[in-house]
């Protein structure tokens, strides 16, 4: 199971761990967000891209804005997704 | 490009004791959890040798002297965009940018003396270099707002809303955040996303640092040069924070946006300085004794 990491402030301290399914990070990160709609204008943008501003790390590595469409995220993967600006 | 303070150096604990997690954790109109201002924690001894400060942030007028002598073209502009926070969270707009910083038709005509925003770490970077100057590190601009005692803000431990520009010298106290998106969503209303900057100095003296520094507290979030590291890797801390250790630049001193919470001395954030910048990203220099 895919584990999917977000922001600690997005969730004003509640759950920030959540499941998702295996595939391309993109497919990975739309179907995260039909399931938790909630998060869906931090993460996808009006054009149904990923916002380009988040960073994403598969595992420990930084995923290059330009290979992300081409990435996967294989079965016990964690994504974490990193805001432009973080903690504080 | 205005004054420099001097900053004499010295030894100091940097970070925040644990009852300020405390203190935050039981604040009633604090909204952010505990693990959000883990970063801060435990207290690190730090030593920063003298050196001198601007005393104001970089301008809008300083950095357009900047692009006139070298033709520099920022991160936003160059991409075609910049962040701003809409009524619905941050957007990427087009056009955005340091002379533009609602969107392509804005302007900063008549706000010369307001800090610049939209500028990325190598924005900043690249103007320090033109100035003959450098960005400061996190010690250094610790150090500088709360001296070598710790103190919550540059001025001392009680808030005082008239002191910074923070939401709260803008809307009055904020209860929740509900109350900010209501205030934001107004003042987008009557003005458009605007960035709610205000002249350098404004709140000078009373907000200055003890050092003699304006603006240390909210305004504009300040770029440094530190890479980012955790104080200590067993701090409990917000799981992205940890990730973007050491891909990430500190930023410090809050801005415009935030609650009193976010404008503190010891407060600290994290930014991507691969190209990205905001409405609400600035940054001051700092220069060797």
């Known amino acids: ?88 | 490009m205005g004054d420099m303070q001097w900053i004499p150096g010295g030894t100091f604990l940097q970070g925040s004791p644990s009852w300020v997690l405390d203190w935050l954790d039981g604040e009633e109109h604090q909204t952010l959890p505990r693990v959000w201002f883990g970063d801060e924690t435990p207290t690190v001894r730090r030593t920063v040798e003298p050196f001198w400060l601007d005393r104001h942030l970089v301008t809008r007028a300083d950095f357009a002297a900047f692009v006139a002598a070298t033709g520099h073209r920022t991160d936003a502009e160059q991409i075609g965009f910049g962040m701003v926070y809409g009524e619905g969270g941050w957007e990427e707009i087009p056009g955005a940018c340091w002379h533009a910083p609602g969107g392509a038709g804005t302007s900063i005509d008549g706000s010369a003396d307001h800090p610049v925003v939209h500028v990325s770490y190598q924005d900043a970077t690249a103007y320090a270099a033109w100035a003959g100057k450098r960005l400061p590190t996190e010690s250094e601009w610790e150090f500088a707002a709360s001296g070598p005692r710790f103190r919550i803000w540059p001025w001392g431990d009680d808030w005082q809303q008239a002191l910074a520009n923070t939401a709260e010298f803008h809307a009055g106290p904020l209860a929740s955040l509900q109350a900010w998106k209501q205030w934001w969503s107004a003042a987008c209303r009557q003005d458009g996303p605007m960035p709610r900057t205000t002249p350098v100095g404004q709140f000078s003296p009373e907000g200055d640092s003890g050092y003699g520094c304006a603006d240390l507290a909210g305004n504009v979030y300040e770029w440094t040069a530190s890479l980012s590291e955790l104080y200590d890797d067993s701090a409990a801390v917000d799981p992205t924070v940890r990730t973007a250790v050491g891909r990430y630049r500190v930023i410090r001193g809050g801005s415009w946006m935030n609650f009193r919470y976010q404008v503190r001395c010891s407060e600290r954030m994290h930014g991507d300085p691969s190209g990205w910048s905001s409405f609400a990203h600035g940054f001051r220099c700092a220069k060797d004794s």
Do not use: K
Request: glycine residues 10%; negative net charge.
């Open chain 1, 1 to 88: 199971m895919v584990r999917i990491v977000l922001p600690a402030g997005w969730t004003q301290g509640h759950r920030t761990e959540f499941t998702g399914t295996e595939g391309l990070l993109p497919d990975v990160i739309r179907t995260f967000v039909t399931d938790n709609p909630e998060f869906r204008h931090r993460l996808i943008g009006p054009n149904d891209q990923l916002l380009t501003y988040i960073n994403l790390c598969i595992d420990e590595d930084l995923i290059p804005r330009h290979l992300r469409n081409d990435s996967v995220v294989g079965q016990d993967c964690t994504v974490t997704v990193i805001a432009p600006m973080a903690g504080g």
